[in-house]
């Protein structure tokens, strides 16, 4: 399939898209741009990119990739918005819907072309180019937010043009619902992991900890700034998952307190029950 992609933001996501372009797509023709122009330099050194994305070949693309923060990625839209390809399609790759959506689908309308919101459910703890590889979304689901939920062609569009990344599933959402779901879902855990290695324990943890430290301290690694914005872009979301948690932990404190063993069985049983509904058992 001959293919233009531009990618903006070479970071983990973005260079793994280049990535998995290049190495599963030979007639792709990969540009890239980045805030740090040695970065970018580097990426089309080492074959992630053919050349830097630029106004000139911006028009060119059959499919540009915002790979940046929301509001960066936004910045950048407005910046190039007289250059795009009219039969194209922009999309983006940040872990919120709604702030991105809504600003990104206006100008879209405004200046003719097709904007189309994505998050790839993928990555690492670890972050920057280095880390990128081909393979990140094999396999991995794909939501999409787009601006008309009746248009079937824009969606096969979408679909063709994201085959060579070879996710495993794509899922239709609203931007609404995505960011009801994805701060359960994964912002929930960022807090939750990153909170509970605050212990005056963890230091000592040492010989003490298995599989249950390790999966629940996983994300508590992750990119300050990064998540930052994405919190209070979905706070109100966050909240009411903190407030959820906060109400069923009390239940468990108050059967410590009073040496309820009846009271802690049935809310063990109860946690395991959903979890065995939720995953089919």
């Not at 990128?132 to 969606?155: C, Q």
């Not at 779901?181 to 003490?208: D, E, L, W």
């Not at 300050?224 to 994405?230: G, H, I, K, Y």
């Not at 932990?249 to 029950?273: S, V, W």
Request: aromatic share 10%.
């Amino acid at each position: 399939m001959k293919i233009t992609v531009g990618v903006v933001g070479l970071g983990l996501i973005g260079a793994s898209f280049c990535k998995a372009y290049k190495e599963n797509e030979p007639e792709a023709v990969v540009y890239g741009w980045n805030r740090t122009k040695s970065t970018s330099e580097m990426a089309k050194m080492q074959g992630v990119i053919d050349d830097e994305l630029t106004d000139e070949n911006l028009g060119s693309c059959d499919l540009v990739i915002l790979s940046l923060y929301p509001e960066a990625s936004v910045k950048w839209m407005e910046d190039h918005r007289k250059s795009f390809n009219k039969n194209g399609i922009v999309t983006d790759a940040c872990g919120t819907k709604r702030f991105i959506c809504d600003r990104a689908f206006a100008i879209a309308e405004e200046e003719g072309f097709t904007f189309v919101g994505c998050h790839p459910m993928a990555g690492t703890h670890f972050s920057g180019m280095a880390y990128s590889r081909a393979d990140m979304y094999e396999g991995a689901p794909m939501v999409i937010v787009p601006p008309k939920f009746d248009d079937i062609n824009l969606l096969e569009k979408v679909k063709v043009l994201f085959a060579p990344c070879k996710f495993g599933s794509f899922h239709v959402a609203h931007a609404d619902e995505h960011d009801q779901m994805i701060a359960f879902t994964s912002q929930m855990p960022h807090i939750v992991s990153n909170a509970y290695i605050k212990s005056p324990n963890a230091r000592n943890h040492s010989g003490f900890s298995a599989g249950s430290y390790k999966d629940m301290t996983r994300v508590a690694w992750l990119n300050p700034v990064m998540w930052t914005q994405l919190f209070l872009e979905n706070k109100d979301n966050l909240i009411f998952e903190i407030d959820t948690l906060q109400k069923e932990l009390q239940k468990y404190k108050e059967a410590l307190e009073n040496d309820d063993a009846e009271a802690m069985t049935k809310l063990l049983d109860e946690g395991k029950k959903i979890k065995e509904e939720v995953d089919g058992v």
